[in-house]
Each structure stands twice: as C-alpha cells, then as structure tokens.
T-cell receptor, first 110, second 114 residues
Framework: DSGVTQTPKHLITATGQRVTLRCSPRSGDLSVYWYQQSLDQGLQFLIQYYNGEERAKGNILERFSAQQFPDLHSELNLSSLELGDSALYFC?????????FGPGTRLTVT | QQQVKQSPQSLIVQKGGISIINCAYENTAFDYFPWYQQFPGKGPALLIAIRPDVSEKKEGRFTISFNKSAKQFSLHIMDSQPGDSATYFCAASWTGAGSYQLTFGKGTKLSVIP
C-alpha cells in the first residue's frame, strides 16, 4: 500500500463537461505528482506540486489545471472534456526509492 | 519523440525461467532509472531502481543491469512465477531539481505460464 489515496475510483461524464479528481499524498509528504495513463500515450507526467507551489510541468493540456491545498491534498481539474481525455489518472508521492503511485481514477468521457 | 524505448511489447516465459526486458534512453541527463510493475486495475508499483554510478543492482529475484555507454538498461526476473504476470514499465528521470519527472517506456506485458 503506497499510502496515496485517490477519489473517485471511477468517473463517467460527457464531452464538454468539467471534472475534479482528488488526491491525498502519503502522510507527511509535501510532494504530489499527477500522471495520465492512456492507450495512445502511455504513462505521461502532467504536473508536480511541492508544499502548495507548482514545481514542474509536463505534458499537461491548457484545459487541465491542478492545485495543492494547505492540508497537502491536491486536485486535478479537467475541463471541456474530449473523448481522448478518457484515461487513468494517477497521483504519486515521493518515497526514499522514488515515486509511489496511488490506485488511480479511471475517467471515461462519452 | 520517444525518449525511452522498451522491448519486447509482450513476453511469454515458462515458470522457473528468466524474463528479460530491455530499455534504451536518449537523454544523457537522466540519472534515475526505475522499473514499475502494474497489475490490471492497479497503480504502478515501484520494483527496483538504479542510478548510473552502478552497473547492476539486485533485489531478490529482480536485477537491473545498466550500461551507461550504450544508454541501455534491462530488468531480469529470475525464477519467474505465474504471480509475476503483469505489465512492466521502465522509466527514466533527471532528479537534479529534486523532482521525479518520469519518462516511461510503453510497457511489456509478461505472461508466466505454469
């Protein structure tokens, strides 16, 4: 168990809608990473927050945004959803050996 | 541009055999090379990782071999078991800024048959 929690587990929504994915990192960890896993693109780094501040940005679309709150949980907001946004979205925390991933949120856009 | 190339795409191994998965990278700034195991419906789980200052690292039945000059690294699973059947991902990152911006390979689906 990575200690990283994500909600919801599954999300089904329609094109054009907006959704919010939530992540709580392992207790005491200041970092939160977001990754997307899709059939087309594989696993891709989206964005990292550290203690409330954006630390690094990857292949994140302009329609997507994230933030990290004072209690260190993070939210990933996806707007104007397209069919191609259907994917697994993972949150991860740092560990001594590297990154530990949460169980993911499966987003289906219909 | 695919910065981490992984092969094979799928692999079938007999129980007790050795599973070998290979990866090649392009960015010489990468300094951290982990392998992840993923079961269906689960998040990737960190198996083992290596830094470029060593050529080999072993943890139980899992070994990473690293060749800096060839920009290649591989995962060996000794005495493969049916429970090892999963998808394996190699990855690479530069960690100089204290960040793990992992670039992943496309994955290898391993099936270990009894």
């Amino acid at each position: 168990d990575s200690g990283v929690t994500q909600t919801p587990k599954h999300l089904i929504t329609a094109t054009g809608q907006r959704v919010t994915l939530r992540c709580s990192p392992r207790s005491g960890d200041l970092s939160v990473y977001w990754y997307q896993q899709s059939l087309d693109q594989g696993l891709q780094f989206l964005i990292q927050y550290y203690n409330g501040e954006e630390r690094a940005k990857g292949n994140i679309l302009e329609r997507f945004s994230a933030q990290q709150f004072p209690d260190l949980h993070s939210e990933l907001n996806l707007s104007s959803l397209e069919l191609g946004d259907s994917a697994l979205y993972f949150c991860a925390s740092s560990s001594p050996g590297g990154l530990d991933f949460g169980p993911g949120t499966r987003l289906t856009v219909t | 541009q695919q910065q981490v190339k992984q092969s094979p795409q799928s692999l079938i191994v007999q129980k007790g055999g050795i599973s070998i998965i290979n990866c090649a990278y392009e960015n010489t700034a990468f300094d951290y090379f982990p392998w992840y195991q993923q079961f269906p419906g689960k998040g990737p789980a960190l198996l083992i990782a290596i830094r470029p200052d060593v050529s080999e690292k072993k943890e139980g039945r899992f070994t990473i071999s690293f060749n800096k000059s060839a920009k290649q690294f591989s995962l060996h699973i000794m005495d493969s078991q049916p429970g090892d059947s999963a998808t394996y991902f190699c990855a690479a990152s530069w960690t100089g800024a204290g960040s793990y911006q992992l670039t992943f390979g496309k994955g290898t689906k391993l099936s270990v048959i009894p």
